[in-house]
């Protein structure tokens, strides 16, 4: 009699498990698919040691993706941002990875989320255009080329 409950219960788990792994297999979900748009920078002023980028990150996948880190030999540093306002002050945070969930965008604009350059090896000059490195946990490396406006200047 002991031993009855037991063997239900192993029955029951064994079934759980069978069909967890059926539902892994289902071929539905495409794998995340990033996509980068309006990506720019602003000029900076001479001896500025940092500079920000924004730009729009597109999720056209059905996995979550996440940007792990930026990199570039345009600065010592470069590294996600968010700013919010405290007191008064607007402040810049460092965001450790920045989540892209499925089938969504996410913007980094003036004021909100943007990748910082800090420790800039020269400024950034109205007219060129940089290139950086984002690296995706899902989706790996991606290469973006970004236009350099000039002051007060928007795309
Ligand atoms: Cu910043």
Redesign the pocket.
Known sequence: MLRLPRFILLLAFGSLSLAACSQDEAPSQSPAKIEISEAWARETPQGAP?A?LYLTIANEGDIDDRLLSVATDLAAHA?I???SEEDGMMR?R?VEALRIPARETISLAPGAL???L?GLEKPLVKGDEISINLIFEESGEQMIRIPVLGMGERP
Do not use: V
């Open positions: 940092n920000a590294g941002h968010s700013t810049m460092s943007h990748i910082m800090m």
